[in-house]
T-cell receptor
Framework: EDKVVQSPLSLVVHEGDTVTLNCSYE??????LLWYKQEKKAPTFLFML????IEKKSGRLSSILDKKELSSILNITATQTGDSAIYLC????????FGKGTKLTVNP | KAGVTQTPRYLIKTRGQQVTLSCSPI?????VSWYQQTPGQGLQFLFE???????NKGNFPGRFSGRQFSNSRSEMNVSTLELGDSALYLC???????????FGSGTQLSVL
């Protein structure tokens, strides 16, 4: 049974659109939730959210943690072709448990 | 500061063979984790090493093993390869007690 579920699995948008990626989790001892961007091979870190830091923003990207709903969203505004990637959500439960990712394609 | 380095980048093997993958963490990082990534399953945790000791292990058969050396470099070994072992194997390092992982570019393993 998957402990971290991401939706949608894939998404195709046009440049300039705003997208919202979802991540829900079910772990026993939640410590943190992390978002990564994977363009080719190496996932790169975007945000980490904890009980004491439930909202993060960096440029056009922002993320919110909903502790009550056990979920998080990643928002990307004014998308660009360079945002095309797989976005991974991971929850720390002793180790990082990853969702299957959302593949985002931004067309010109 | 150099990032996480994995070698080789690509590997082609046949069923029944064994393979060894290498990972050099970021300088100062003593924790190394390994993940298997396939299109259908996403990233699945293999194991984590800290100070030459395996701290956590995922749900993989005993054919998958690893080790860490005193300089924090790590290797993972897969014996008796199966077609289903074809995947991208990612290594990540972190500072002790920190959740944030820094990933290498992975080793793409193809089993024919």
């Amino acid at each position: 049974e998957d402990k971290v579920v991401q939706s949608p699995l894939s998404l195709v948008v046009h440049e300039g659109d705003t997208v919202t990626l979802n991540c829900s989790y079910e772990v026993t001892n939640f410590r943190s939730l992390l978002w990564y961007k994977q363009e080719k091979k190496a996932p790169t870190f975007l945000f980490m959210l904890t009980s004491s830091g439930i909202e993060k923003k960096s440029g056009r990207l922002s993320s919110i943690l909903d502790k009550k709903e056990l979920s998080s969203i990643l928002n990307i505004t004014a998308t660009q072709t360079g945002d095309s990637a797989i976005y991974l959500c991971a929850v720390e439960e002793v180790k990082l448990v990853f969702g299957k990712g959302t593949k985002l394609t931004v067309n010109p | 500061k150099a990032g996480v380095t994995q070698t080789p980048r690509y590997l082609i093997k046949t069923r029944g063979q064994q393979v060894t993958l290498s990972c050099s963490p970021i300088s100062g990082h003593r924790s190394v984790s390994w993940y298997q990534q396939t299109p259908g399953q996403g990233l699945q945790f293999l194991f984590e090493y800290f100070s030459e000791t395996q701290r956590n292990k995922g749900n993989f058969p005993g054919r998958f093993s690893g080790r860490q050396f005193s300089n924090s470099r790590s290797e993972m070994n897969v014996s008796t390869l199966e077609l289903g072992d074809s995947a991208l194997y990612l290594c990540a390092s972190s500072q002790p007690g920190r959740e944030k992982l820094f990933f290498g570019s992975g080793t793409q393993l193809s089993v024919l």
